[in-house]
């Protein structure tokens, strides 16, 4: 018998978020499509993957049993897709790299010189996109690798590598600010001032506002905002460094920061990256 890699997909990920809902935005589908495909998983099953008296679906004892084959088919087919690319050595006419503005600078110096001596022929698009957005990117097609701050899950459909580099994050405020006077600052006391944060172009979930915001979906815009005085922000440090704006810019002393911040690298399993696509994957996991 044959299942559905759509519901396949869907049964782990339900599992993954707890709920039908939750499924169908990560997987950027409807709710109905989402319940009928695992319906029909479970018809062709014969049994119950879930039980649904409860508020949240919960899986049954045969779900149980089931969960670990629908992810090593998964898997499994995830590898078999990326060695048919290896296999094929199929080099990529145009390649989309969607990153986040916490990369240091000089990393992504070296592997456009690097990229450019390999692949002169292949047309190389940089995006940026921080969080939810990168991984949108990737699942749409409309790029091939992603960086993105680590985070614990990722849809089932997006391949993941945590990176040996890492970068720092800060608070900042513009010297001009109140703030920036101070020698310490406690957290409760920043969330009496507004905020600069990071947003997404995507719907995400909303957290506990403790004081006034502003947002931009990127960094780079936030830093603008925060070198013109309109509030505090947790940004970059090497950011910060590359455009000069330490002399703008304070870095105030909060409880728990600095923090060091992982990086991942992201791609979609069912189109797997390229030759070239392939090589810049190495060259990140290699990079200090």
């Not at 018809?43 to 899986?59: K, T």
């Not at 969607?98 to 698009?125: A, C, G, W, Y």
């Not at 949108?136 to 097609?141: G, H, I, P, R």
């Not at 945590?162 to 409760?188: C, F, K, N, S, W």
Request: charged fraction near 20%; charge should be negative; proline fraction near 5%.
């Amino acid at each position: 018998m044959r299942y559905s890699p759509e519901a396949l997909t869907a049964f782990v990920e339900t599992v993954a978020t707890g709920s039908f809902s939750a499924a169908a935005r990560r997987l950027r589908k409807s709710q109905s499509t989402v319940s009928t495909a695992i319906a029909n998983l479970e018809a062709d099953l014969g049994f119950a993957l879930f039980d649904r008296s409860a508020r949240q679906p919960v899986l049954t004892e045969q779900g149980e049993q089931v969960l670990g084959y629908v992810q090593s088919i998964l898997a499994a087919s995830a590898r078999l897709d990326e060695l048919a690319v290896s296999l094929t050595a199929q080099t990529e006419a145009r390649l989309t790299f969607v990153l986040s503005d916490t990369l240091n600078p000089d990393v992504l110096e070296d592997l456009m010189i690097q990229f450019d001596k390999r692949f002169p022929h292949t047309e190389f698009e940089c995006l940026i996109g921080e969080e939810e957005d990168v991984i949108d990117l990737l699942q749409k097609e409309r790029a091939q690798v992603g960086l993105t701050e680590a985070r614990d899950i990722y849809p089932t459909g997006i391949g993941v590598i945590r990176l040996p580099m890492q970068t720092q994050m800060a608070i900042y405020v513009a010297t001009t600010h109140p703030l920036a006077a101070q020698g310490r600052v406690e957290v409760d006391e920043l969330h009496g001032w507004r905020e600069l944060q990071l947003s997404t172009y995507l719907e995400r979930e909303t957290t506990q506002v403790r004081g006034p915001i502003w947002s931009a979906p990127n960094y780079l815009l936030l830093l603008s905002m925060a070198v013109q005085g309109f509030g505090w922000c947790a940004l970059p440090c090497a950011l910060v460094e590359e455009f000069a704006a330490a002399k703008s810019l304070v870095q105030i002393n909060v409880p728990g920061w600095p923090r060091t911040i992982a990086i991942d690298l992201l791609w979609n399993k069912r189109s797997p990256p390229g030759v070239a696509g392939s090589w810049l994957r190495q060259y990140l996991q290699d990079a200090r």
